[in-house]
């Protein structure tokens, strides 16, 4: 079986500084990975992906994501925050021979003024 | 130029009532999927299609039934709606990776917000 855990509901940072939104997973063989970002109201818009390759993808928005295989972890990161960075944001997983997303609870990032 | 659109956007009903939502693709994507995104916004896979065929159907009432006359096309039927049944609902499509299963990101509508009175 498969699931992904994102340990923090809530994520507050201040404009300007460095942001994390932490994203462990479990599968058995080759997790694909991605972030997923959804807005008030809207659908959820696709940030970036790992499949395999370099450890570190990059995505939209500035974002960033590092693949840790040992740890188990797909961390989104972005080095400066944004106001209009705040929304709810999802780790998912899926992996080769299956097309369904396993996704996460959710993490809802709040960038301070 | 919307990709993915889903109508309606809000759904309010009483109990008991059956009530469709319709979803449609333009972006020539073999793949169509919904998902039920409950008040906690925890998300949850119910269906998916891969070129009008059935290949994904988790374990949801079958009072939920996916129609897809063409794959651009996926409809969501629901019979005798329950109070459980509140949720925003999400249509999303994605191109078929083959054997390789899905590699390739979903696209997303922007939702059915369904309310059971």
């Known amino acids: 079986a498969q699931s992904v855990a994102q340990p923090e509901d809530q994520v507050n940072v201040a404009e300007g500084n460095p942001l994390t939104v932490k994203c462990t997973y479990s599968v058995s063989g080759n997790p694909y990975l991605f972030w997923y970002v959804q807005y008030p109201n809207r659908g959820l818009q696709f940030l970036l992906k790992?499949?395999?390759?370099?450890?570190l993808v990059k995505g939209s928005y500035g974002f960033e994501a590092e693949f840790n295989k040992s740890q188990t972890s797909f961390h989104l990161k972005k080095p400066s925050a944004l106001v209009s960075d705040s929304a709810l944001y999802f780790c998912a997983l899926t992996k080769g021979g299956a097309n369904n997303l396993f996704f996460g609870t959710g993490t809802r990032l709040t960038v301070i003024p | 130029d919307t990709a993915v659109s889903q109508t309606p956007k809000y759904l309010v009903t009483q109990m008991g009532n059956d009530k469709s939502i319709k979803c449609e693709q333009n972006?020539?994507?073999?793949?169509m999927y919904w998902y039920k995104q409950d008040s906690k916004k925890f998300l949850k896979i119910m269906f998916s299609y891969n070129n009008k065929e059935l290949i994904i159907n988790e374990t949801v009432p079958n009072r939920f039934s996916p129609k897809s006359p063409d794959k651009a096309h996926l409809n969501l039927h629901i019979n005798s709606l329950e109070l459980g049944d509140s949720a925003v609902y999400f249509c999303?499509?994605?191109?078929?990776?083959?054997?390789?299963?899905?590699?390739?990101?979903?696209?997303f509508g922007d939702g059915t917000r369904l309310s059971i009175l």
């Open positions: 790992y499949i395999t390759g370099d450890n």
């Open positions: 972006l020539g994507h073999d793949t």
């Open positions: 999303a499509s994605s191109q078929e990776a083959g054997t390789l299963g899905s590699n390739q990101p979903q696209h």
